[in-house]
């Protein structure tokens, strides 16, 4: 069975540093690209970051880009957010993703089951 997990997350203070992790399994992880989503309540989900299955492309969310990091490691089938210079803004539930997408219409995506980020002030 496909299985996404996280863990890592927490609380820190702003300013600080967390690195989440992704354990995923039961489908064929060097295929897909990995996001990282987060969400608060009331708020729509958003894309924090994504690196394709190569890990090759790397995207990152305009709020994000230059403190956080994302990574893969394909032997393990785990990806990873280095998280640094967190703000209170960051504070949410974060969600791991895999996606892949045919070259025609085929389309999969799986999710993890989310985990907790609290950055205080």
């Known amino acids: 069975q496909v299985q996404l997990v996280e863990s890592g997350g927490g609380l820190v203070q702003a300013g600080g540093s967390l690195t989440l992790s992704c354990a995923a399994s039961?489908?064929?992880?060097?295929?897909?690209?990995m996001r990282w989503y987060r969400q608060v309540p009331a708020k729509e989900r958003e894309l924090v970051a994504s690196?394709?299955?190569?890990?090759?492309?790397?995207n990152y969310a305009d709020s994000v880009k230059g403190r956080f990091t994302i990574s893969r490691d394909n032997g393990k089938t785990a990806v990873y957010l280095q998280m640094n210079s967190l703000k209170p803004e960051d504070t949410a539930v974060y969600y791991c993703?895999?996606?892949?997408?045919?070259?025609?219409?085929?389309?999969?995506?799986?999710w993890g089951q989310g985990i907790q980020v609290t950055v205080s002030s």
């Open positions: 993703n895999a996606y892949w997408l045919g070259w025609g219409t085929i389309e999969r995506s799986y």
């Open positions: 690196i394709s299955s190569g890990g090759v492309t790397i």
């Open positions: 039961g489908f064929s992880f060097s295929s897909y690209t």
